[in-house]
């Protein structure tokens, strides 16, 4: 488990300077009023669009797939809109990595805390069932004002990067575990404790059942939090935030924990949390993060690609 960001003078090398200076320049535009900040990273997120050949194909076929109903104006009018909320949520993450409490405090607004309290006072840990929307990581930096709680996390391959994301999260939260300690997720969930998780993501073929996921009938989707629910003891609670239509701050809302969760069968338990990561998604789906290649894990390996 890590509960402190380690700061080492190999972060100073050469390599990292050019990384350094961007640092620098975010840290000096996250002082910008937030709608500036929105403003610009709505720009960045078009130029990307425009650049970033790949991740745009993926966008765009995953919204295909999802959402074949949709005419395709309203999905390229979805898909422009995407890119924008992608580069707004760079924002996001460089307020919510360095903002003060305070100024963090003026932007937010909760609904269902009520929620987690109780869980945690019957002595039960709290299993806060997310997706990946793109203010996420404002989120976690929302929910830590008032219960700070265990992030799951993938550590990053660039150690500023990581000092950073490290450093960043644990500024209202207590400490982070890696995603594949299912042991130290189980001990926390046991203390008790609040832990983030996240099932709506391809993670490949290890642990993974498959089944529908929007319009996608085989989609390869991971029956952790059964396990993690069983093994923990644990309430699993879903959990949507989302970006004001106005740029103005950010609202995030607990629900009631689910009943009858886990279940006997992991495969039912992973069809009614696709259900409820559709229902969170289609509360926003401009927010949410398409660029991910959802669907690459096929049910069989000589299936063809979903991605032309």
């Known amino acids: ?14 390599k990292y300077w050019l990384l350094w200076l961007g640092v620098g320049l975010m840290r000096l535009l996250s002082w910008l009023p937030l709608r500036w900040q929105m403003k610009l990273g709505a720009g960045l997120g078009n130029l990307v669009r425009l650049i970033a050949g790949s991740r745009s194909n993926t966008a765009r076929r995953n919204l295909e797939l999802c959402f074949p109903d949709m005419s395709e104006a309203e999905r390229e009018q979805l898909f422009k809109r995407n890119f924008e909320e992608t580069g707004k949520a760079v924002f ?10 305070e100024r963090i405090q003026s932007h937010m607004h909760i609904k269902g805390r009520e929620h987690v309290e109780q869980s945690l006072a019957d002595g039960q840990g709290v ?33 500023v990067m990581e000092y950073l994301q490290v450093k960043g999260r644990l500024r209202s939260n207590k400490a982070l575990v890696p995603k594949r300690d299912l042991r130290q997720m189980v001990r926390c ?30 989609a390869a989707t991971i029956t952790g939090a059964t396990t993690l629910a069983k093994l923990g003891k644990a309430r699993v609670l879903p959990f949507f935030v989302e970006r004001n239509a ?52 096929r049910p069989n390996e000589d299936d063809p690609s979903l991605y032309r």
């Open 1 to 14: 488990m890590v509960e402190s960001a380690q700061f080492s003078n190999h972060l100073y090398h050469p």
């Open 92 to 101: 996001d993450t460089i307020c919510a990595w360095w903002w003060s409490d």
């Open 127 to 159: 299993i806060l069932f997310a997706v990946h929307c793109l203010p996420l990581e404002m989120g976690a930096r929302i929910f830590g004002q008032f219960q700070p709680g265990v992030g799951v996390y993938r550590p990053h391959n660039n150690a």
């Open 189 to 218: 969930l046991r203390a008790p404790e609040v832990i983030w998780y996240t099932a709506d993501q391809d993670f490949g073929r290890s642990s993974a059942v498959f089944i529908p996921f929007f319009a996608v009938p085989d």
């Open 246 to 297: 106005d740029d103005s701050g950010y609202n995030i809302e607990i629900m009631p924990p689910l009943e009858d969760f886990p279940g006997e069968d992991e495969v039912a338990d992973a069809i009614r949390g696709n259900g409820i990561v559709e229902s969170i998604i289609s509360r926003n789906p401009a927010q949410y993060m398409w660029l991910h290649r959802r669907f690459k894990t």
